[in-house]
T-cell receptor, first 117, second 110 residues
Framework: EAGVAQSPRYKIIEKRQSVAFWCNPI?????LYWYQQILGQGPKLLIQ????????DSQLPKDRFSAERLKGVDSTLKIQPAKLEDSAVYLC???????????????FGQGTRLTVV | DQQVKQNSPSLSVQEGRISILNCDYT??????FLWYKKYPAEGPTFLIS?????DKNEDGRFTVFLNKSAKHLSLHIVPSQPGDSAVYFC?????????FGTGTRLQVFP
């Protein structure tokens, strides 16, 4: 079974530039998460999709971050404009959570390491 | 507001001995708990989980214990192996959310 795919693996941009990350979840997984992991901290949830609807985006800085999940499958996360403090690893995860099957684990991609200079 | 806390940033254990990683949570609505393991330059990988209706779950060398009254869970690794050296995250879930702790770096030395 193919895992969660993310691209690119690494990205270096200057502050105020734009950047986009792509995620392809495991086939059949209804729930998709984007997490931000700053060095030395745990993953912080940015946005959660159930199919193509947003379940939670309370911690997404909406003035600069946006995310979409087209047709309930692939997802993109965009930052525009980037700030120095956005330097982090951006992790995408998916799970089969749907209906009564709530207690299933999330599977993570390898992440995109973003450096803003 | 850190709802899931791992107060020990690092732990060093000799090969063959037991590793005990701890996690505390504040939200009594959490009903499912997970442990993830993370190697450098890789995403977290699922290790073991436990539902709030249980107090123990075992999978090979890994056992997770849940004390709901204390809002505390722990991961026991017996025996510890050098390949277990990684960062371990506990995570807790309520409804759809999955909240992570800050992680504990485990070093298993020969």
């Amino acid at each position: 079974e193919a895992g969660v795919a993310q691209s690119p693996r690494y990205k270096i941009i200057e502050k105020r530039q734009s950047v986009a990350f792509w995620c392809n979840p495991i086939s059949g997984h209804a729930t998709l998460y984007w997490y931000q992991q700053i060095l030395g901290q745990g993953p912080k949830l940015l946005i959660q999709f159930q199919n193509n609807g947003v379940v939670d985006d309370s911690q997404l800085p909406k003035d600069r971050f946006s995310a979409e999940r087209l047709k309930g499958v692939d997802s993109t996360l965009k930052i525009q404009p980037a700030k120095l403090e956005d330097s982090a690893v951006y992790l995408c995860a998916s799970s089969f959570r749907t209906g009564d099957l709530m207690n299933t684990e999330a599977f993570f991609g390898q992440g995109t390491r973003l450096t803003v200079v | 507001d850190q709802q899931v806390k791992q107060n020990s940033p690092s732990l060093s254990v000799q090969e063959g001995r037991i590793s005990i990683l701890n996690c505390d949570y504040t939200n009594s609505m959490f009903d499912y708990f997970l442990w993830y393991k993370k190697y450098p330059a890789e995403g977290p990988t699922f290790l073991i989980s436990i539902s709030s209706i249980k107090d123990k779950n075992e999978d090979g060398r890994f056992t997770v214990f849940l004390n709901k009254s204390a809002k505390h869970l722990s991961l026991h690794i017996v025996p510890s192996q050098p390949g277990d050296s990684a960062v371990y995250f506990c995570a807790a879930s309520a409804t759809d959310k999955l909240i992570f702790g800050t992680g504990t770096r485990l070093q298993v030395f020969p």
